[in-house]
């Protein structure tokens, strides 16, 4: 049997999203959460975590294009990260503070890190963060999602991948972390709870032992948000009567995702 971790990301950015993920987490079908720190509603949401750590992981969500004061669109990130245009030293003490956010909101450190829109593999972003987890947790290093793809996995994942995975992925080996080294849940939000349902079954069949498989749930979809029909969507899915059925078919576990 597989052992497959299944995460949920943006916990904290919105009520219906962190309904959704705690209503998963209790239900024992998450692997764990990704946290954005810099969200208004994520201190509230952190009060949460505390009674279900047991059950599943708390990560954080590396933001750089969301909450942040100075932030910045993903594709002109992508740009000045693949030209070293960012400054480093911004970059560091950013990281720094959405970990120690985490760190005061819930009193330990993150069990794994990941990325919003995956700007933890752009170049320089990926340096700067581990030499920040590197100097915070040197003793007990939290987990990485890696935004890894394989051929046949499709444009999407493969171009998200493209952009960094494999330079995090050697990076991150090197200096002592666990990972998650190929991430499969990449797709264009555009189905119906038959066709996520299909996409589910087909990332469960496709992963191997150690992959990860993304998600992004809410209850109901949030006003303003480009994919907040998705999300109910998919919550639906991750919640209904024959989601154990699907980790039977495709012979996979649920991991737990602690250091």
Known sequence: MKTVFLTADDYGCHPAVDAAVLDLIDAGRLSGAACMTRAPGWAAAATHIVTRQEYAGFGLHLDFTEFVPARRGLWPLIALSHVRRLDPTQLRDEIATQCARFED??????????????????????????????????????????????????????????????????????TGFHVMPRLLGAYGFDCDAAGYRHRLAHWFAAADDGDAVMCHPATQAVPGDPIGRARAVEHGVLAGADFHDLLATADIQIGRLRP
């Open 105 to 174: 909101a819930t009193g330990r450190a993150p069990d794994y890190v990941d990325g919003h829109q995956h700007v933890h593999q752009l170049p320089q972003i990926r340096d700067a963060l581990i030499e920040v987890l590197l100097t915070r947790y040197g003793s007990c290093l939290p987990w990485l999602r890696i935004s890894g793809a394989r051929p046949g996995d499709g444009f999407k994942p493969r171009f998200i991948a493209a952009l960094g995975a494999q330079a995090l992925l050697r990076c991150a080996r090197a």
